[in-house]
């Protein structure tokens, strides 16, 4: 099994304009005879889901999204440009996609140079039908892109969205993924998102 979410601690890459996240004791065994660490994040820190909500005023929120999108098989396709096409979209792929791309290097501190998909190749995807679409940093979207064109292709397909993963020791193929998020009301939910090898 590989766990492929990025650890919520001090210091989390944070998209840029995002509250970073926090971390601190809140009791101690020495002075409360417990330990309880409190926590201030938001619904897209690290590895995390995007609702319909999270784009469209209308959308779906988190807890309106079946958990057995999260859960299944996935094809993981390996790109190594700066942008996802739809030449990049192989003929062949299961119903949940994954993409690692340079990026999975890029988590040290953010980089605004990030590989991301187009609109034009989340059009295909959509026309595809897919459940879930994957990427392996903190936004699908090209920084900087006045508007969300990728996101509201997929969102609009009520086709989930899962960003923040880490995928720099996966090999692309077909996987099975298991990736439960917080049950969250909002525009999205953390998650903790792992691959395991097919049966047979």
């Known amino acids: 099994m590989i766990d492929i979410s990025l650890p919520l601690r001090n210091g989390?890459?944070?998209?840029?304009?995002?509250?970073?996240y926090e971390e601190y004791q809140y009791k101690t065994h020495e002075?409360?005879?417990?330990h309880i660490m409190r926590v201030l994040m938001e619904?897209?820190?690290?590895t995390h889901f995007d609702a319909p909500y999270h784009m469209i005023r209308d959308g779906?929120?988190?807890?309106?999204?079946?958990?057995?999108?999260?859960?299944?098989?996935?094809?993981?396709v390996q790109v190594d440009k700066d942008r996802i096409g739809p030449e990049d979209i192989p003929d062949v792929?299961?119903?949940?996609?994954?993409?690692?791309?340079?990026?999975?290097?890029?988590?040290?501190?953010?980089?605004t140079s990030f590989t991301y998909l187009t609109p034009e190749?989340?059009?295909?995807?959509?026309?595809?039908?897919?459940?879930?679409?994957?990427i392996d940093y903190l936004s699908i979207e090209r920084?900087?892109?006045?508007?969300?064109?990728?996101?509201?292709?997929?969102?609009?397909?009520?086709?989930?969205?899962?960003?923040?993963?880490?995928?720099?020791?996966v090999e692309p193929g077909d996987y099975?993924?298991?990736?439960?998020?917080?049950?969250?009301?909002?525009?999205?939910a953390p998650c903790r998102a792992v691959l395991r090898e097919l049966d047979g």
């Open 31 to 34: 002075k409360d005879h417990v």
């Open 93 to 111: 792929h299961r119903e949940r996609i994954i993409f690692k791309t340079p990026n999975s290097e890029k988590y040290g501190r953010f980089d």
């Open 12 to 20: 989390l890459i944070t998209y840029p304009g995002d509250a970073a």
């Open 176 to 188: 099975e993924l298991i990736c439960l998020p917080l049950s969250m009301y909002e525009d999205g």
């Open 143 to 169: 920084f900087g892109s006045p508007e969300p064109l990728a996101h509201r292709e997929l969102l609009s397909r009520d086709i989930v969205i899962l960003e923040g993963l880490y995928l720099k020791d």
């Open 43 to 46: 619904t897209h820190s690290g």
């Open 60 to 76: 779906k929120r988190a807890n309106e999204i079946p958990l057995d999108k999260f859960i299944g098989p996935v094809t993981v």
């Open 121 to 134: 190749g989340a059009r295909k995807l959509a026309s595809r039908r897919v459940r879930l679409v994957g």
